[in-house]
């Protein structure tokens, strides 16, 4: 069961605590970025005492399907869902109040926002939806209207970066950040716990070999087919190196199999795409790798970088979105485009000791800058806020 806040009843004026509606449907199912960093949120608030009261609600849910991945007390929409989003993107229609529980705010956490009454904050993790609408699949694509209206309605966000302040200004407003609607509150670096084993036949493919890591779901702006072209030219030079793609598949896979399949067969066999990993595999991959490779195109945050520094492994990062503001000085900064570039600081990481104990230590340093206690307090600042000015 999902730690975090008691479910609280009713709230009162006056000295009582803030009670938060809180949108624990991303918990659900396989836990990408996204769904990590809303428990560890919940997990957060959880910690914060009596202050603020989290009410967990989830959409969607039919029967008990799930109920196992989601907090005691959780209320649920039972309703379906993309017929939701579809209604909430384009009308004012279908109001949220009949089902949600009793609180002072409701915190939307993943994009999914009807009409409330209530005053509203809502978790903007990127808007790559908005930049390019064309790589959005059914779901992803209600978000923009659904985002639309919510700010029309006096919706507040919580973004995790001033860049991504920067674009929801420019996509969403103008007068956002004037007003005082957009808080940053950056994320914590999720509790990773302890390594487990790797699938058997990961295992026997790795065997103690050097290899460059790189995690998430296929999707186009993960630029993995470019991370495989690199690859491709470190691998003469470096001919124990092996290359892991660890996440789900997605819009991209066809592009990257047929990136790896130009490889040749000698090379394509060192590429091992893993499909989603558990948490203790994930882990495991992480703390074992030579080098953390992470070459997006667009990231509103960037959590696998962190992670990786966290456990000490020299990270190479794209400057693209947030990226560098998220990275900073503690890992290796790259032109997403430029695969001369991610060859070179491959081969340079996994060859110079003295390069690689340079980057683990800044790394160290940069990742100690991000805990879930300050993500926990920024948002019971806004809760409170909103529930005051309400």
């Not at 579809?86 to 009308?91: E, F, Y």
Request: net charge neutral; charged share 20%.
């Amino acid at each position: 069961m999902t730690p975090g806040p008691t479910t609280p009843g009713p709230t009162n004026p006056g000295d009582d605590p803030v009670a938060v509606a809180f949108d624990v449907t991303p918990l659900l199912g396989f836990r990408t970025g996204m769904g990590r960093s809303v428990a560890e949120m919940w997990a957060a608030l959880g910690r914060l005492g009596p202050s603020v009261r989290a009410v967990p609600y989830a959409i969607g849910i039919e029967g008990g399907k799930g109920a196992g991945q989601l907090p005691d007390g959780t209320r649920r929409i039972r309703l379906p869902t993309r017929a939701l989003l579809q209604i909430w993107s384009r009308s004012g229609r279908v109001s949220m109040d009949h089902w949600l529980p009793p609180a002072d705010v409701v915190h939307a956490t993943n994009f999914t926002l009807g009409p409330t009454t209530r005053p509203t904050l809502i978790t903007v993790h990127d808007i790559g939806f908005a930049l390019h609408p064309s790589t959005t699949d059914t779901v992803t694509a209600t978000f923009a209207g659904m985002l639309r209206r919510a700010i029309g309605r006096g919706a507040h966000l919580h973004v995790t970066t001033a860049h991504l302040a920067r674009q929801v200004e420019e996509q969403f407003g103008p007068g956002l950040l004037a007003a005082g609607r957009v808080s940053v509150v950056p994320f914590g670096i999720p509790e990773l716990g302890r390594p487990g084993p790797l699938p058997a036949g990961l295992g026997a493919a790795l065997a103690g070999r050097p290899y460059v890591i790189a995690i998430g779901d296929q999707l186009e702006r993960k630029n993995l087919p470019m991370l495989v072209r690199a690859f491709g030219r470190v691998s003469g030079a470096l001919p124990e190196l092996r290359l892991v793609l660890a996440g789900p598949e997605g819009p991209s896979t066809t592009a990257i199999r047929e990136a790896v399949a130009a490889l040749g067969p000698e090379v394509a066999g060192r590429v091992l795409l893993t499909g989603p990993v558990d948490d203790g595999a994930r882990v495991a991959l992480l703390a074992g790798a030579a080098v953390m490779a992470y070459p997006s195109l667009y990231e509103g945050f960037g959590l696998p970088p962190l992670e990786a520094m966290s456990l000490g492994v020299p990270t190479l990062v794209s400057r693209a979105g947030a990226l560098a503001e998220v990275a900073g000085p503690g890992a290796q900064l790259l032109d997403p485009t430029d695969v001369d570039a991610w060859a070179e600081g491959i081969e340079r990481l996994v060859n110079d000791e003295a390069q690689r104990r340079e980057l683990i230590d800044a790394g160290h340093r940069h990742a100690a800058r991000f805990g879930w206690e300050a993500t926990g307090e920024g948002l019971a600042g806004i809760y409170r806020r909103l529930a005051t000015s309400s």
